[in-house]
T-cell receptor
Framework: GQQVMQIPQYQHVQEGEDFTTYCNSS?????IQWYKQRPGGHPVFLIQ?????EVKKQKRLTFQFGEAKKNSSLHITATQTTDVGTYFC?????????????FGTGTQLKVEL | KAGVTQTPRYLIKTRGQQVTLSCSPI?????VSWYQQTPGQGLQFLFE???????NKGNFPGRFSGRQFSNSRSEMNVSTLELGDSALYLC???????????????FGPGTRLTVL
């Protein structure tokens, strides 16, 4: 079945440093979504990428979808303490429809002052 | 609009029992998905319901089942509970749309199930 891996599993940064998490799928994806889960909270949708090579920005966050639609990345510039949480990518396969998301393993980000 | 609500928030059961969890989606959303979250396995898709029909299914045993009502509220049931079923069960709703639509998921706070 479809598997989605993320690296790194953990990242500890000083406030102001940049952060990147990478997402790799074993199969080609139809689209990829990114979610953030704060400690003790639930996943919150950040963005969806659909097109090959697509790049989207949200303030300090930059999301990319690979040309082959098998990988994606999230880059945060100048991290802040509010960025703390676990970031998940979630992909939908090419077949079928509706919402069957395979979540990545997640990257837990800790930001120190 | 009110967000996704899940009841109960916490539940303690013993092995062999069964449990029913409830989810009320955002008003107007027709798709409800269920996920299991554990430290070891991460977030795993259980199933998705759309217009009272199961539209997608994950790789969980038949002990895990669900249903959706005409008002889009959904329930999931786990029978013959095992220790490994201890997890956070998350419900997520989305507008749903057509068969090939992929929508952002709005997650509820989850139900924390502990099996003793």
């Amino acid at each position: 079945g479809q598997q989605v891996m993320q690296i790194p599993q953990y990242q500890h940064v000083q406030e102001g440093e940049d952060f990147t998490t990478y997402c790799n799928s074993s199969t080609t994806l139809s689209n990829i979504q990114w979610y953030k889960q704060r400690p003790g909270g639930h996943p919150v949708f950040l963005i969806q990428l659909v097109k090959s090579g697509e790049v989207k920005k949200q303030k300090r966050l930059t999301f990319q979808f690979g040309e082959a639609k098998k990988n994606s990345s999230l880059h945060i510039t100048a991290t802040q303490t509010t960025d703390v949480g676990t970031y998940f990518c979630a992909g939908s396969g090419l077949t079928g429809g509706g919402n069957k998301l395979t979540f990545g393993t997640g990257t837990q980000l800790k930001v120190e002052l | 609009k009110a967000g996704v609500t899940q009841t109960p928030r916490y539940l303690i059961k013993t092995r062999g029992q069964q449990v029913t969890l409830s989810c009320s989606p955002i008003s107007g959303h027709r798709s409800v998905s269920w996920y299991q979250q554990t430290p070891g396995q991460g977030l795993q898709f259980l199933f998705e319901y759309f217009s009272e029909t199961q539209r997608n299914k994950g790789n969980f045993p038949g002990r895990f089942s669900g249903r959706q009502f005409s008002n889009s509220r959904s329930e999931m049931n786990v029978s013959t509970l095992e220790l490994g079923d201890s997890a956070l069960y998350l419900c997520a709703s989305s507008p749903g749309g057509g068969a090939l639509s992929y929508n952002e998921q709005f997650f509820g706070p989850g139900t924390r199930l502990t099996v003793l």
